[in-house]
């Protein structure tokens, strides 16, 4: 069963078939410049992230990861993050996928999905999240749902060997809402 729906996905927790494709996506290295993750990604590595994906409650606090399944193919296409904060009322977004799943709104359309559920049914307060300011794909996604960029953070992170500008981004409730 998917934890959320959408018309064209399944928001679902990941299962250990999932690794080879988990690694795949995340082993491109286009998907993986602006993550915390070096590519390539190995299948064990994948297996033993799968398996500690599974076992987290999407509802306590700390990470939790989506996998993002395409509804008509039963395909593993990417996957969303979010970090509950122990205080319960915000959260941290984040999300891949893969290359051939891009540029065609299904990130979009799943970030909107966990953002309706933190919203709506968790009542949270407020999301954030922070992306590298060269990745301009990610930053329109997060403004075309709704966040509102809130800073920059120049040469703020240490990244495979660089100094990175981090893009600071917030969504409260009242703006999802309204």
């Known amino acids: 069963?998917?934890?959320?729906?959408?018309p064209r996905l399944h928001?679902?927790?990941?299962?250990?078939?999932?690794?080879?494709?988990?690694a795949a996506y995340r082993s491109v290295p286009d998907v993986a410049r602006y993550q915390g993750w070096s590519a390539p990604v190995g299948e064990e590595e994948a297996r033993l992230l799968v398996r500690e994906f599974a076992a987290v409650d999407p509802e306590a606090p700390g990470w939790f990861q989506y996998a993002v399944e395409e509804r008509a193919t039963g395909a593993l296409i990417g996957d969303v993050g979010v970090r509950l904060d122990e205080n319960g009322m915000q959260a941290d977004l984040g999300f891949t996928l893969a290359p051939a799943a891009q540029g065609r709104g299904y990130a979009?359309?799943?970030?909107?999905?966990?953002l309706g559920d933190?919203?709506?049914?968790?009542?949270?307060?407020?999301?954030?999240?922070?992306?590298?300011?060269?990745?301009?794909?990610?930053?329109?996604?997060?403004e075309r749902v709704g966040f509102r960029r809130e800073g920059l953070r120049p040469a703020f992170t240490w990244l495979k060997g660089e100094w990175t500008d981090d893009v600071l981004y917030g969504l409260l409730a009242d703006w999802w809402r309204g």
Do not use: I
């Not at 933190?118 to 997060?142: I, K, P, Y």
């Open 108 to 114: 979009t359309e799943a970030v909107r999905a966990v």
């Open 11 to 22: 928001l679902r927790r990941f299962r250990p078939e999932d690794a080879a494709v988990l």
């Open 1 to 6: 069963m998917p934890l959320l729906a959408t």
């Open 118 to 142: 933190l919203f709506e049914r968790r009542g949270l307060h407020r999301v954030s999240a922070v992306c590298d300011a060269r990745n301009t794909a990610s930053a329109r996604l997060l």
